[in-house]
Structures are given as C-alpha cells and as structure tokens.
C-alpha cells in the first residue's frame, strides 16, 4: 500500500513536472469526480476478495441501475423512490449470488458471471438504447458544484464516495462483521470451526457488493444523465485492478480499504496523465494498466516471499 | 468423581455416511472434572463422534444430553455457546489474523455502539496466554509463529470461552514434550476447575498419563468404558484392534556389517534449515532419524530427496558426487521420499487408487511413455495385495479409504520404482495399529531385501525396534550416531537427545 | 460418463426445443458439394468457441484459468491481417500470428508456474494489456483483408465441410490423444490436484503448467484466426470479447471442476455445443436476440446447480430428519 501511495505522489509530481496545469489540487479532485462511482464499486468488491470470493456482476449491475433508474424516470417515478428500488435491486442480487454460492457451494467467479449475464440481459429487455435523464433533482445533483477553498471544487457523488469509504473502513476494522470477513479470507474452515458466521458473512459480502454496484450505478447515472446497457462494460476489470494495486491479495485475507481507494486514484490519474499527453491512443491506459498491474503483483510475491 | 453426574450423556448414537454405518448406536458419557480419552483405530469412529457431538453432522438416531437437557448443536457455533469447545488436530485459527484476534474473533469485548474495543482484546489476550506461560506479541500475525505455538493459541482459545466441555482432538501431535508438559498442566488445572476434557491421542503414554477415564470404541461401537488406571497398556491394545498383538521385538535379524555406501552426504546443509552434516547410508541398512519435533528431521529427508536445494556440502551416490537439486533427479537415482504430511505431500485426492499408485513411476518414464494398462493392472494388484489395502478396489478414489490405506498407497508408489534408498518421514503417524505393525513389517522385509531405509519417527521404540543404527538430531544438528545394539534404549536414546551427543 | 448426463440432457432438451419451433431443424442438405443446415451451422459458429474452450480445460485442469484467451484471440486475428495487408503470405502470417500467440502463453504459463502468480491475476494482466496490444497492432482500425486462402480457415470448405469444424475435430483428436492415449492427462490431473505432492512424486508441474497455458494460447489464437478468417477484418476491440466467460462457462458446463484436477474434453465440446446451440436456439425461436444472456444465466444457473452435490442432496436426497417432521405433522393435526 505505502508503493501504491509512492507511485501516486510519484505520477503527480511526474506530471506536474512535465505538463502545464497539471500539478493542482483540482487534478486529484478530478480523478475522485471522474471515478467517484469506480470507488464505490471497488469499495464493495474490496469486501468480496477479503473474503477470497471475487465478484463479475459489478460492471453489468452498474449498468442495470443506471437503466433502470432511467426508464422509471422516465416512467414519472420519483427521484427518492427511484433511487431506493435501486439500491435494493443490488441488494437482492448481491444478496442471491451470495446465497447460491454459499448454499450450493458454486464457486463466485460462475455464479457471479451468470449474475453478470442477468443483469445486462436485464438491461437489453428494458431497452437497447440509451435512454437520457432528465429529471430535475438528477440533474441537480449532477452540475452542483461544492465549492472548497481557493477555487477548489468537488461534486456531490464525490461525497458519497468519500462517505461510503469511510462507514466501510470502519465497519472492516471495528465490527465484528468486518473481521468475520478478514478470517473468512485467512481460512473459511477455520472460520466455521472458530463458531464465525461464516455464511452470513459470505451472503453479507456479496450483498455489500451489489449494494454498493447499485450506488455506484447512481452515482454513474448523476455523472452521465443517462441510462444505458453498454454503460461500464468492463468496469469488473477497473475495479479488481483497483483493488489489487491497492494491496489486497486476490486470495482473500489481506489488504485495507484505504489501499483500494490508492488504487482507484492510481488509475485515475493514468487517464489523465494519457489525455494532457494527447498524442497517445487510448489503447495505452490498457496497456499502462496490465503493465502496473504486473508491478504490483511482482512485488507483492517478492514481499510475501520475503515474509515467509 | 464416580458420585457426580454426568455433565453430557450420549445413548444410542448412530450415524450412516454413504456406504459406512460410521457410528452403530454408541453411548458415550463424560463426568465434570475428568479427562476422559477416546481411543479407537483409525476409522473406529473417534472423529465421526466429535463431530456429531458439536453439530457438524446430524445424527441418524440417539440422543445427546448436555446438564440434563437435550440438545441438537446445528453447529460448532452453537456447541461453543451451549460450552462445548473443540481444538482439532490441525490448527484451525486463521494464520492472517493477530494472536489476540485469534483469541477472541467472533466474541470480541465491544462497546455499547458495537464496536470492537482493540485495548481490551489486547490486554485479555496477553492475560490468556500467560496463564499458558506464553510471552508471546499478541498484536503479530499468527503466521509468525510455530505450530505448536499456533496450537497453544488454539486451545488459550478454547479455555477463554467459559467451557464446560473441552474437546482436544489429537492436540499434541505436533508438540515436543516440553510442550505436552506445558498443555498437561494446563489441562491439570482447568480439570480441577470441574471441566470435563475429552481427550483424543495416539500416544498411549500421554494417555496413561493425563486420563482418568477411557471409551473405547472399534469399527463404529462401543467396546467399553473403562477406568483408566484398570486398564493395562496391552488389554487397552488389544480392545483397540480386537487380537492380541504380537510381541514388540526388535525386527532386524542379527547383527550385519553393511559396508557398501550407498548415499553419502559430506558437509550437507541449508541456511536455516539444518547444519551441515555427515551420513552415511549403506545398502541393506535401516538409518532411524531420531529427535524432537523440529530437529531437522524432515529437512535432511527433503535435502536428500532434492525437494530442497543445499546451500553447502554435496551427496555422492555409489561414491560419486551428485547434484539433486529435483525430485526427479533423485529419483533417477533410484531415491524415494514418502513425506509425513500425507494430505499436502502425498496425496492427489481426486484421483484415483490406481492413479496415485502409478503416479510416480509415470512421472519417471515421462508422460510421452505411458505406462501400458495391463502393466497398470499387475502392478496395482501385486501391491493392493502385498500391503493388505482395503478396500481392494483400485478405481476408488484414494480420499474414500482410511488413513492407514492411504498410506500404504503411498508407500507401494514407491515401491514400485524399487528404489535403493527409501525414506519414510513418519510413516506411521496418525494410522491405526494395525496398518502401523504392517508397516513396520514391510521396512524390515525391505531391509532385508537390500533395500536402504531412513527411517523417520517421533515414536522412539519404533525407531529402535526398526533401525540398524540411529542418527540423533537436536536442535537442527546431528549431534550423534549410535549402533542399535542390546545397550541402546529409548532411555538412552533419550538422554542422548537431551543432552546433545554424548551418550551416558 | 454420470457427469456428462446433466450436459447430455441440456444440450437434448434443446435440439429438441430447435426441432419443435423449426421446420427441418435436423436437416442437412448438400449443396455445391458443400454440406448445409442448422446442425452444421452450430457446429461451424461454435467451432472458435470449441476451440477455446478445449484449451481451456487443460489449463483449469491444472488449477488455472485463462482470462487473457479473448485478447488473444484478437492479437491473432490482428496480427494475421495485419501482415496479410502488408502483402505477406497467408502461410507467414498465420505462423507469426500463432507464433506470437505460443510466446503469450508461454508468458502466462511462466507467471504462474516461474513466479508463482495466482492464475487469475497473472491472465488478467494479459487480459487487460493484450486488449490494448490488439488495438496497437490495428492502430484502433478495423483492418480489412482481402484474401481467399486466409478466408478459408474460418469460411472455407473442405471435403464437403466447413475447413473449421475439421480444425476443431483434429486438435480435439490431437489433444484426446495426448491426455488420454499418453499420459498427459493423469499429469496435468495430479498437478491440479495437488501440485506439491505431484513435484515430489517426481513430475515436472512447471513444465506442465507452461504447456497448458501455451496450448491454451495456441487454441485461442487459431479460433482468432477463424474469427477473423470468417469475417475477412480484423476487429482489435471486439474481437473475442467475452469469449473467455463462454468457454470457461462451456468447461464447468462440461463437469471440469474449477478447481483443477478432473478434467473431461468430451464434456467441454458438449458445454460449447450446448452454448452455442443456445445462441442459436434463441433465434431461432423468435426471442428478441439482446435476451440471449439472460438465457445463458439461466442455463449457466440450472446446470451449475444440478451439478452442485449440495443443491442434489438438498432437492433430490431429503435427508430423513425424523424429529422436525414429525413436528411439522402434528401442527398440521392441530391446525386441522
């Protein structure tokens, strides 16, 4: 987590030097703007892998919920009841993934993919193309700005991101919930044989997930002002890229939230630094991410060998 | 102790898995303040009775009483709250965690908000673990220590909850007697404080030592109750297999002069694992490895075996220098290595007895040769048969058959690739009597048949019983080489362990 | 042959469900010496995706998985057009573009079995980065090729059938040949089912492990080629995209546990088959075609947990619990 934090200040200072305008506040401001619904969702996924699960269905739930959000706008339904169907459609899926997994002992990364297959079939029955919002508080929400000091801005989703960080890194290391999910990524047997609840917190984590998938989805919806099925395709791979640059290990048991949030911001900060270079294609923030993401990885085997 | 009643009665406890009546209406009791052993073969359903006794598995029929009442645990969850805690045979805590978390997830002390209070779990569970007289860094990481320390964890665990039933599942397998003595007393005292201790192990003189009371069960009944201090060491053996077993004599002949080399290690070591060293292995000649859990036992198999590089000295084979750096070159030289941790080292659960029997000789040959079936069929049959495996089935899978078959598998893959030298890391840990004495058997015939053998084992009389001469280790060092003669006795064997090489 | 039932029945249940809805579904007529209808045309469109996948058993039989086989599959198809665009041979393209496709396994099979990287993470390195190494090669272009020999690897005849399907039938030979003739099979077994005991009974798990995932790579490559083949363009973007989570979907379909060890490879050509049938099916049947997914969960849901000993013990096997039950009849008694 402390070379995600290097790397960040390292990318910062780098651009700073080589581009005009780029080493101010405001650029760091933008990467939490541009990628406050990325960080929700890697937040929830973060919950996922610490228990050694993985979860596909995040991109496709992100999407479900801004088209659904969408076209009940567009129904005439209230901005507050949308929003709250929303995020209890995450939770019912979450919620169910987790259950099959657990109760049937499927593995997560089939069951959360047929979540995954779900919810952007749900999204092509509602419609297959994009439905634009235009409901008043939505866009409301979308152009406030919060004004910070000195000329420095955020917008409101970045709120919630910054909020749903911290309830969800208190509730990782202060609640019994949360270190149910620690042990139940060190070792499920020894988890269930301790007395944890191991299935609750299997089934909690999933649900979490799909929560935070659908606030995510609001979140992108506020961002976009529209509902569509091709929306955050892909966003799975940003967010498990997110979450391992940030330290956690992908088998469960070991990483902190705040080392998510580095990786999200290191992501970020990569598509900025592409779009003040200009003369690069977009196809290298790919790139530059499978490459980071094998430098973290490396590391990460140098360290843990070194520990053992 | 015989006025008080029972604090958990089990009657008529029946128990079917697919194809195995497991358990066939057992009674079971256990007084408050007692330590009561639970002794059985493998497969006499020792386990299968714990586990229904904490609710991992229903019951098919009987009941179960806890103070009177009747109770049907839907887990260890509720077994633990209802004041039936378990410490298994494998360390069951989360090596992620810190040894105070370890102590008490999933009871944390919380404030009314519910959040965890961190100070105080620390501060409880240095209070634990030094009644234990353990000074350990609760705030580490659990993977930092050593398994025994792991398994003091556990059971510091287990006495926190305010127990009144104590179940220890062979918790001494991987403890040196130092810390036997150590969870001895600690047994002692929580005895004293009325709790009733279940316990289970395979060293009956552990058992004679710690237990007041013993059940015995084989093939999935009840043989008896009995007080423990009634019952000789040898009618507890023969309840426990059903014959009489034959006199322990020592199982090599007379006394040979092996006098052509066959592995030797000159100044073999690795950094931190075992200090160089100097052995020498002839043809036809049994070498036991004798010394604490720890002692470098297992290291000098795995140097020998190549699963391990040296960091300095060589091993010359017939004389001549080679480099092992692969168990295949090893094996190329005609090496076996059948490692102690069945499950993790030996086994490939999934497949199939055939499979697991073939597999090492396959590997040889390389797998752009395969190994013709009816070849297959012979050998699997010659040694199904030789080494008595049950069931004699060779398409079943190896995870179905007991500990001491799974065993004998593993040993006839192997066997098959008739090698020069064999080493056994504890081939008779965990299995039950009678696999035990055929196995023993076996490295004798082997012995006499021209065969080298290191021979690893915690159990010293097997080691005496087995070995033409004992090379003792202590501390990561080999500190002696004795010749099994009439002199040496698991008494100064002992000694020599103690008092690091020189024999009294 | 119990766990090719499940798989056997779906992919059953649904030609019949294509026989009741289509006239001459089971149909196959020869025109131009060339043999046509429906059942040759699942074979001829799943035949990438059977390729895939076959690839991929191996690779989950050892433990593993393979994220980066759509990357590959568009790496391929963009570096044979590519070079055929530039006036190279068909034969030199195809052997760059399968040669560049072995070095990429290679790759993966090296950060897996060299380095020790979970499976998952090292592929999706490649995963991500070979999608961007795709469009790099096409310069975010569509590059079109006009070429008959390239067009026959994945649009052409031969001998009166689709040059794919007999692809697809020769590596499925070759590979049953190696696993199960040789003994590659019972290794790559041992190795996904338990890699330490496998090393120290002498086998080489490294080498395996790098085979597996180099094989995988060369099947994704070449069903590139057939994709591109087909079409005559190479698409770096949308090339094999999500064609990783069919065939992994087609290998657990087909009673590969993900867990390594076990593998079947008459079971993954079923798990494809059924897939692409399903594709098929959904047109058939007159179903909007953006349903199409929701119908691969539902089947993906259905033959998981038919396969899953929990969901079986749980609806099939009621495990007599006499003391609930016999609760449960007495309220009956009493509310009655």
Redo the contacts between chains.
Sequence with gaps: MLVTAGLFAAMFVAGGVRYEGFATGQIVLNVFIDNGFLLVVAVGLTFVILTGGIDLSVGAVVALSTMVSASLLQAGWPWWAVIALVLAMGVVLGGGMGAIIHFFGIQPFIVTLAGMFLARGLCYTIGTDSIPITDPAFTAFAQTRIDLFADLWISPSVLIAVAVVLVAAYVLHYTRFGRAVYATGGSEQSALLMGLPVARTKITVYTVSGLCSALGGVLLAFYMLSGYGLHAVGMELDAIAAVVIGGTLLTGGSGYLLGTVLGVLVLGLIQTVISFEGTLSSWWTKIFIGALLLVFILLQRLMSRRGA | MTASTPVLTMTGISKQFPGVKALDGVDFRLLPGEVHALMGENGAGKSTLIKVLTGVHDIDEGRIELDGARVAFTGPLAAQQAGISTVYQEVNLCTNLSVAENIFIGREPRDRWGRIRWKEVRRRAAGILARLDLDIDVTASLSAYSLAVQQLVAIARAIDVQAKVLILDEPTSSLDAGEVQQLFRVMRRLKDDGIAILFVSHFLDQIYEISDRMTILRNGRLVGEYLTKELPQVELVAKMIGQELAELERLHGTAKVFDRPLVEARELGRAGAIEPFTLTIHEGEVVGLAGLLGSGRTEIARLLFGADHASTGEIAIGGTPQPLRTPRAAMSHKIAFCSENRRSEGLIPDLTVRENLVLALQAARGWTRPLPRSRQDELVSRYVAALNIRPADPDQLIRNLSGGNQQKVLLARWLILEPRLLILDEPTRGIDVGAKAEIQRLVAELSGGGMAVLFISAELEEVLRLSHRVAVLRDRRLVAELDNDDRLTTESLMETIAGGGHPA | MRRLLWPLLALAALLLLNVAFTDGFLSIQIKDGHLYGSLIDILRFGAPLILVSLGMTLVIATGG?DLSVGSVVAISGALACLQISEDASVFTAVALALGLCLALGAWNGF?VAG????P???T??????????A??IT??QIITVNSPAYKLIGGGYWLTLPFGILVVAAIWAVTAFLTR????G??I??VG??P?????????ARR?TVMAYTACALCAGIAGLMISSNVSSAD?NNAGLWIE?DA??AV?IGGTS??G??FSLTGTVLGALIIQTLTTTIYSIGV?P????????LV??TV??LQ????RA?VFHR???P?PKAAAEEKVKVTA
């Design positions: 998985i950060l380095i020790g990287i979970q998952i993470i090292a999706l390195i490649l995963m991500v980065a070979g999608r961007g190494l469009q790099l310069d975010g003739r040789l003994a590659l019972l290794v077994e041992a089912g338990n330490v005991a496998s090393r120290l009974a002498g086998i080489d395996v770096g989570l992994i979907l657990v993900l867990t060890g076990r909007p953006e349903t199409t997914l929701l119908f691969k969960a993906v849901t998981c947990l899953s000993p929990a969901f749980k495990r007599p619990r003391a």
